[in-house]
């Protein structure tokens, strides 16, 4: 199928970002979108966690709220997708307008506040999908989050574990979302140990005995201290989670934005994230001493930036924003610089490159 972003591209852009969303996800959902036209080159090919995927680029958590275009964005070339995050009860998250577009700057700030149709819809239609003969290949993970008015926390996380252990391909805690109270309090060094132990232990107890438990990793903000980078480094690997994702979008506000659209709250992300998220990917990279997998997410606008971030110790990469001004065939242009730029520095793999630009 044609790619009919750049035609529908400026009347996207000039309707209120939500609705440019709703409108996308529909169509996708109805199978209008493009399907991504050659097989990838091989030195792109990745196994996380021991599963083979075709490509280290995937699409991050937020697009896909409610898993309803999993197998349309895979199809788009994504090597892998997490969907979410979903929180276990269905529920709205804050009032509208919550979504902006900052388009000089390639970013935009959300407050959207985890809205959600809740686990029950999110793993049925999982397991739908598990049940069809057309899916399409990669990997499928779920950003779990909790209930804006949770009475527990910790037993939010454990809830989406236990419904989706299984039914996905890796779970995402997501103790970073800046847009629901309290949500990122958990990524204190005794919180973060508590939360790990009970989702670990949720995970046992949904597939016991299981060879292969579905890996869970830990999504956490840009935001954070250097301190709080060690805490966060040591309790991970302490624990046995799979890995990390860095980062989340950030309430800070760089230079150069707009000063109207900066004062709107919110997480931001794309291109102003960019630097930031490397430099604490690499800095988890180095504490972790490449022993956990990293999913580097922020920013990622071309095949230059994902580079950039498998050489400061992603094994994998996520983009969101510059979907929203690139369209699909960013997905395949970032790829085709992504193995041009590994071929040129002398690797036959991805794999090769991870960590290889951490001093
Ligand atoms: C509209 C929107 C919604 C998002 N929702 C979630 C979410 O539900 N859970 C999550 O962990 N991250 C969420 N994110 C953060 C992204 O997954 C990603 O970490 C961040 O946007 C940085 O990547 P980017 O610069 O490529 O967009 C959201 C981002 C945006 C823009």
Redesign the pocket.
Known sequence: MIDAFPLIRPLLLRLPPETAHGLTVRALAAGLGPTAPASDDPVLQVAPWGRQIANPIGL????D?DARVVDAMLRLGFGFV?A??VTPQPQAGNPRPR?FRLPAQGA?I?R?G?NSAGLAAVAARLARRAEAPRRAPGLVGI?I?RNKDAADPIADYCAGVQALAGVADFL?I?V??PNTPGLRDLQGRAALAGLLAAVLAARGKAQPGADRPTPLLV?IAPDLAPGDREDIAEVALAAGIDGL?V???TTARPPGLPPHLAAEAG?L??RP?MAP?TALLADMARLTGGRLPLVG????ASGADAYAKIRAGATLV?????LVYGGPRLVREIKRDLAARLRADGFDSVAQAVGTGLA
């Open positions: 991050a958590a937020g697009f709220k997490e979410g995050g979504v935009m959300n959207l985890l950003n989050g995402v997501n970073s979302s999504k994702v980062a989340n979008t997480g992300s794309g994230l998220s997410v922020g920013g990622v996520q983009l969101y924003t510059a």
